[in-house]
């Protein structure tokens, strides 16, 4: 949804956009939300969260800043790869089970964050939902080398294959099989400059389909 003088909307999900050399377009982002109206115009000038049955919240052009305005830089080029399971499917029992990824940092040493997450339907009934207990800094043979916790923190030198736990739990009840709609991702994020207005941004991610076995 772009628009130039003024935002407008038009196209739809998964077209392409082109913003031209030394040139700008004006971009809306919409989110879905779980709740009525929980919506933040103030929050990072025109990044709105609302539901998408309600109305669009007031745009003031008064409280817009540009993103230009903001600091930047160049984030590392990261390869991250699936190392098990490779087939696309995590099954999990009750006991739980492991989805190993490796990440390698192609430029300059740089500090990182990791984590998993569980990404569902919003919809899923409750005591249906996978569980990501935490994650964990492993060798290739998926043996933990350090801790695990909900986020990692840990440098990454350039060329070097870095190998990760992310540990899931099983759900109560079985929300069923949807590779599309219930997945479980590791996600890497880099340590921005103190001139970028996030401390971390993200620049690499994995995910898998989860099964209740």
């Keep these: 949804m772009t628009g130039t003088s003024r935002p407008e909307t038009y196209g739809g999900p998964n077209v392409p956009l082109t913003i031209p050399a030394g040139g700008f377009k004006w971009l809306r982002v919409w989110v879905a939300s ?12 025109e990044i709105i969260v609302d539901c998408a049955n309600t109305a669009e919240l007031a745009f003031n052009d008064a409280n817009r800043f540009d993103l230009t305005q903001f600091g930047s830089f160049e984030p590392i080029d990261i390869d991250v790869t699936a190392v098990s399971p490779t087939n696309g499917r995590l099954d999990v029992p009750a006991t739980g089970a492991k989805f190993r990824v490796s990440a390698i940092n192609r430029a300059p040493s740089a500090a990182m964050r990791v984590n998993g997450f569980y990404g569902s339907p919003f919809d899923d009934p409750a005591g249906s939902q996978f569980v990501v207990t935490g994650v964990c800094e492993a ?40 590779p599309a709609k219930r997945r479980v991702f ?18 690499g991610i994995k995910g898998i389909a989860v099964r209740k076995n």
């Excluded at 779980?34 to 000038?45: A, H, N, S, T």
């Excluded at 060329?159 to 736990?165: D, E, I």
């Design 186 to 203: 590791a996600r890497f994020k880099q340590k921005a400059p103190d001139n970028v207005t996030a401390d971390y941004v993200l620049v």
């Design 34 to 45: 779980q709740k009525p109206r929980d919506g933040d115009p103030y929050f990072l000038g």
């Design 139 to 178: 060798n290739s043979a998926g043996v933990c080398i350090g801790p695990t916790d909900g986020v990692l923190l840990y440098s990454a030198p350039k060329n070097v294959k870095k190998y990760f736990n992310v540990f899931v739990r099983a759900p109560g009840k079985n929300p069923g099989y949807d």
